[in-house]
């Protein structure tokens, strides 16, 4: 080493020196024979120092070469040592001695192989040797990387382009290194037969991966020309990759989905035909919960075998990237799943129909009362007395809720159409009335609309459903008390009814009788009472100016002084 270290600052002396009198002398050592003199002993200088270098690795191999043969039979007298004793002592000893022969073996061979191809580092001359630690996210990465590949290529050929030029650069690289490696090897020529065999095999095996290497940089190359030619046309490469994901995975998929449909339509279409069935019959409560959960047990065994066919059809077709992708959502979908089990369990007995809202019993959402139509996967709600009152729910949402049992004589609305009411100080016969609105149509045709909420919230009074009354409130003069009690009474009650017998409403008429109220001061007071059917409804209005102009023809006719009449018509 320090003898070559020498040489090299001597070459460096006589180069520089050279040079310096080159340049000092330039008018007199210009000859052209001369400077190729110069150049020529530089060369030799040079080349004899190669030699000299040549000759001590040669010298150094053939050293090596022996003490790895000599380090081989020691190995082999050990191992027959081993397999002709019985002693355990000497056994162990043995062994031990033979696992630091053999490392000191591996050490001796690898310096060898390190020391014949100069100054270049094995390591650099190892091609798919490398062997990379298997792990869990590497995998995934693995298993998803050709589909990110494909969704992500139209971006990403630029940098596609980029990376395969660094891998063409360090296959250049690494095969620049094995053509000086196989130079070295093929320049020693004065070795022993033995040695010169072992360094010509090792020139072979690195010309072998060389030509792999060469075979590597082609394909590269012609994926490097693919990518730049895509580049130059992005659309058409777009809609060829669309179509290969479609020729490909996209049938996987579309095959995966029909199987999943197609049974799941058929297992659906056998329980319908299995609940017509049960309907058929007539059910005790206990059969009714039987029944509600063999159909939940029915619907998840339903996905788990839909599910299941699925994949058994994507693992026929051996996409493992839609098969992987599948399990992955699966898989996310199930773990998703562990913070709403409270949530899909209160669900549960909501379908079990043993929640706290339960199916033919009254709720009430948005201040509108319903009937529990039915439970199953989503909610129905119903009201018969108003138009377009059927509403689907979601089971979160039905949760929010609760119910209680309808009683025989309770209504889900206090109003139904063609009804005629009286509402603050409007009266008028209900046109219309849904979830969303009620019109009324008053005196005069006019249309006046509520809110549904805000009519409920107003407490209408409904004329038509179970009738009215008119009351009138009747004050005679002080002087006819003697006969308020008896004759007036029952002159003015059968006057009334004779009169009222020739009008249209008089049919609906239940009954009509006056009484007897009070005496003031100055008066007597009587009231009229009218009792009318629903149907009268219409002629409420009517009804009151009626019985007004007959209780005053009747005060004129029979000579009773009114000296002021109070008419006051209330509804019970």
């Known amino acids: 080493m320090k003898l070559t270290l020498f040489k090299f600052i001597f070459i460096i002396l006589v180069t520089s020196s050279t040079l310096v009198a080159q340049n000092l002398f330039m008018g007199e050592v210009n000859d052209e024979s001369t400077i190729e003199l110069l150049k020529s002993n530089t060369k030799r200088i040079n080349e004899s120092n190669k030699m000299s270098n040549r000759a001590k690795t040669e010298q150094s191999l053939t050293l090596l070469f022996a003490n790895i043969e000599e ?27 033979l696992e630091k022969e053999k490392l000191n073996y591996k050490q001796l061979q690898k310096s060898l192989v390190q020391l014949s191809v100069g100054s270049i580092d094995v390591k650099d001359l190892q091609i ?16 998803f990387e050709p589909f990110a590949i ?7 050929v630029p940098r596609e382009i980029e990376q395969t030029n660094l891998e063409i650069q360090a296959v250049n690289q690494k095969i620049l290194k094995l053509d000086t490696a196989v130079k070295n090897l093929n320049s020693y020529k004065t070795l022993s037969s033995s040695l010169q065999f072992k360094i010509d095999q090792l020139a072979g095996d690195y010309a072998q991966k060389r030509l792999i290497l060469l075979h590597k940089q082609n394909s590269l190359l012609a994926q490097l020309e693919k990518l730049k030619k895509s580049q130059d046309e992005p659309v058409e490469e777009l809609f060829k990759s669309v179509w290969e994901f479609l020729n490909t995975h996209g049938l996987s998929v579309v095959f995966a989905l029909l199987t999943f449909l197609l049974t799941n339509g058929i297992l659906y279409l056998l329980k319908s035909l299995f609940e017509r069935f049960i309907n058929s ?13 063999s159909g939940i047990i029915f619907s998840s065994l339903s996905f788990v075998i839909a599910t299941s066919l699925a994949l058994a059809v994507i693992y026929a077709r051996s996409d493992w990237l839609v098969f992987a992708l599948a399990l992955f959502i699966l898989f996310m979908a199930l773990w998703s799943l562990k913070n709403a089990l ?26 509108i009362p319903y009937i529990v139509d039915k439970i199953s996967y989503h909610a129905t709600l119903r009201n018969p ?5 059927k509403i689907r729910l979601s089971l979160n949402e039905l949760e929010k809720l609760n119910s209680r049992e309808l009683f025989e004589t309770e209504t889900l609305f206090p109003t139904r159409v063609s009804d005629y009411v009286l509402i603050e100080k409007s009266y008028g016969k209900i046109r219309f009335q849904s979830p969303r609105y009620v019109e009324l149509e008053t005196l005069g045709a006019a249309i006046k609309t509520y809110e549904t909420t805000n009519f409920l919230k107003l407490n209408p009074v409904n004329l038509s459903k179970n009738g009215f009354t008119v009351i009138l409130a009747i004050a005679i003069d002080h002087k006819h008390k003697n006969n308020a009690s008896n004759n007036i009474v029952q002159m003015l009650e059968k006057g009334l009814n004779r009169a009222l ?5 008089f049919p609906h008429l239940n009954k009509l009788w006056v009484n007897y109220s009070e005496t003031t001061l100055n008066t007597l007071e009587l009231k009229v009472l009218a009792s009318f059917e629903g149907e009268a ?36």
Not at 284 to 291: A, C, P, R, V
Request: glycine share 2%; aromatic share 10%; proline share 1%.
């Open 71 to 97: 380090k081989k039979e020691v190995i082999q007298d050990l191992e027959e040592q081993l397999s002709s004793t019985d002693d355990i002592q000497v056994q162990e000893t043995l062994v031990a001695r």
């Open 128 to 143: 798919g040797e490398k062997k990379e630690k298997v792990s869990f996210d590497k995998s995934v990465d693995d298993i």
């Open 150 to 156: 494909m969704l992500m290529r139209f971006t990403e």
């Open 281 to 293: 019959k007539t059910r005790s409560k206990n059969e009714i919960f039987i029944y509600r959960l």
């Open 342 to 367: 409270p949530q899909y369990f209160q669900e549960m007995l909501m379908i079990l129909n043993i929640g706290v809202i339960r199916e033919d019993e009254q709720t009430v959402y948005k201040g």
């Open 385 to 389: 007395f108003l138009s377009n009152a």
């Open 501 to 505: 017998s020739e009008e249209e409403f």
């Open 537 to 572: 409804a219409e002629f409420y209005y009517y009804i009151d100016r009626t019985i007004r102009a007959r209780v005053l023809e009747e005060s004129n006719k029979n000579g009773w002084k009114i000296p002021h009449n109070i008419l006051e018509i209330n509804q019970l």
